[in-house]
């Protein structure tokens, strides 16, 4: 059972922050008011009593301290934890222990990577999904059984490529996760490409693609067009933007712009590395 410090952190990011009354009222259990079928004679009417203001009760500061969503101080935090690792079991080990994103607190597993980490390609998601949060892996569930495929289309296995999220933690409810929970981990994941070092980036999804280029335009005009990242320390990799295997297990009609991207992938790399 959380806490009350998790709690709190749970129901500030749902943006619950100031309770209406001290305590719970439960309306299921309130009975049905009905109406009469006659009203009685005016003399023989009650009073009508008058209606109270409602008096609004706030968090305690200490607590609304401790609820309140993280702020550029954590941000600030998560770069100089991030900066601090030099390898990426380091890297691993100062994201397990940073508190300041809540997602944190509802997820049941730090989902960082897979695949190898020496390997020339790096394919990055947006966040975990139930199966992957539940393994701590990622693209482990019915969309990882696509990328699998796809990987098999141009001569790649995950012993050929490295897997990983902007996000390390499953939003509830696989909602989007908001701008402010990309930010606080944008430190690790750029520091997990500085580290990680591959030759060529391939972006799953909208997200990813925003979250690696800085563009605005949606994916469907990103995708099949080549783009870059820029490292902290000033290194351009390629990045190619294309469609979530989750989407194209939804639109099965969008598989053949995938397939175009990867092969575009499969032909790049082929440059970078003979």
């Given amino acids: 059972m959380p806490n009350l410090r998790e709690l709190l952190h749970f129901y500030a990011e749902a943006g619950v922050d100031t309770p209406l009354e001290d305590a719970p009222v439960n309306r299921f259990a309130q009975a049905d008011v ?24 706030t968090l305690p500061p200490s607590a ?4 309140s969503v993280p ?6 935090l998560a770069r100089q ?10 890297l691993r ?31 990055i998601g947006e966040a975990p999904g139930r199966e992957e949060d539940l393994e701590g892996v990622p693209f482990i569930g019915r969309s990882g059984q696509l990328l699998d495929r796809m990987f098999a289309a141009i001569g790649l296995d ?18 989007t996760p908001t701008p402010l929970e990309t930010e606080i981990c944008r430190p690790f994941f750029e520091r997990q490409i500085e580290l990680a070092n591959p030759k ?4 799953l999804g909208g997200p990813a693609a925003k979250a690696l280029t800085n563009a605005s335009e949606g994916i469907l005009r990103l995708r ?24 194209l297990l939804r639109n099965p009609a969008q598989k053949r712009f995938a397939w175009r991207d990867f092969v575009s992938v499969k032909l790049r790399l082929r440059a970078l590395t003979e």
């Fill in 34 to 57: 009905k109406r009469p079928a006659a009203a009685p004679p005016a003399a023989a009417r009650a009073p009508m009593p008058q209606p109270q203001p409602r008096q609004e009760t």
């Fill in 64 to 67: 609304l301290s401790k609820a």
């Fill in 71 to 76: 702020d550029d101080a954590k941000i600030g």
């Fill in 81 to 90: 934890l991030a900066s601090s690792a030099v390898t990426l079991d380091e």
């Fill in 93 to 123: 080990s100062q994201l397990a222990s940073f508190e300041g994103c809540n997602l944190k607190f509802t997820a049941k597993n730090l989902v960082f990577a897979d695949g190898n980490p020496q390997a020339s390609i790096m394919f």
């Fill in 158 to 175: 995950r012993t050929s490529v490295y897997i990983a999220n902007t996000i390390p933690w499953r939003p509830p409810g696989n909602r």
């Fill in 200 to 203: 060529l980036l391939v972006a």
């Fill in 224 to 247: 099949g067009n080549w783009k870059s990242h820029i490292t902290t320390s000033g290194i351009e990799i390629p990045v190619m933007p294309t469609l979530h295997p989750a989407y």
